[in-house]
Each structure stands twice: as C-alpha cells, then as structure tokens.
C-alpha cells in the first residue's frame, strides 16, 4: 500500500456544484462535514490536493484521496485567494458492511442521500437495486 491508509474512499458528506460559466471547476455548495474535520466552505473551489494534478470533478477528487483520509491537504479558491486547508476525513462504509432487505426482486435499505438531514428523512429507507423480471420490476 505504499505507506497509505486503507483505500477507501472518503465518506462523501460534501455536494459539489459545476457552475455554468466554468465546467472545469469544482465548487463546494454545502458541507455536511463533522466540525473539525476538513474546514470547506460554501464557495470555495478545490484547486488540487497537496500541490498535485487540477481536480475538476468530484470523481477525480475521490480517488485522489483513497488511502490518504488522515492528513488531507487541498488547495483551494476562496474569495478569490488562495489557501490550503488541512483536516481529516472519514472513510466511507465498507460495502460488506451495508445491511438491507430483499424483497421481491427489491433491495432495500437506509436512505444515502447527503441533504438527509436538513430535510429531516436521516433515518428514511430506500429502494437500492431492483432485480429485472421480478415482482418488485412489474410496473
């Protein structure tokens, strides 16, 4: 492993917006981030991680960061300067690790959508898979 963390990939509780104007850049529209972990703001645009390659989609944002959760270190544009900002993240939960139900052709299981809890369904369930030719397929 190179000397890296584990490769999973960070728990992504960050929306990202692509403005318009500039399909090339990666603008931070919220951050659901826990205090104290990696200090994003609203606006800022993600540059590069530790001096590297441009990041311009939020893809390449993930895999720049596998195994590197502990000691994050993004460039960044913030009200038109730009600062590197330090944290950690989390790693994302293991697949192996999810739970759900299958019923009828349907997979089951806790809701995974980021605004979960400013619209107040973080503990809401959903439909993660739907097996084809079965009943759950039958519109």
Same mark, same amino acid.
């Given at each position: 492993?190179?000397?890296?963390?584990?490769?999973?990939?960070?728990?992504?509780?960050?929306?990202?917006?692509? +403005?318009?104007?500039?399909?090339?850049? #990666? %603008?931070? *529209?919220?951050?659901?981030?826990?205090?104290?972990?990696?200090?994003?703001?609203?606006?800022?645009?993600?540059?590069?991680?530790?001096?590297?390659? +441009?990041?311009?989609?939020?893809?390449? #944002? %993930?895999? *720049?960061?596998?195994?590197h959760l502990e000691d994050v270190q993004l460039d960044v544009l913030r009200e038109g300067k730009s600062i590197s900002v330090r944290g950690q993240l989390t790693p994302a939960p293991l697949v192996t690790e999810r739970s759900g139900v299958l019923v009828s052709g349907l997979l089951i299981g806790p809701s995974v959508f980021r605004d979960s809890a400013v619209l107040g369904n973080d503990n809401g369930l959903m439909v993660h898979d739907v097996e084809p030719g079965s009943a759950g397929d039958d519109q």
């Open positions: 492993m190179n000397g890296r963390g584990p490769r999973s990939p960070p728990d992504r509780p960050v929306l990202f917006m692509k +403005p318009l104007w500039d399909r090339e850049a #990666l %603008i931070v *529209a919220r951050n659901y981030l826990a205090a104290g972990l990696l200090d994003l703001r609203p606006g800022d645009e993600i540059l590069n991680i530790q001096g590297g390659e +441009p990041i311009t989609y939020e893809a390449e #944002l %993930i895999h *720049a960061l596998r195994g």
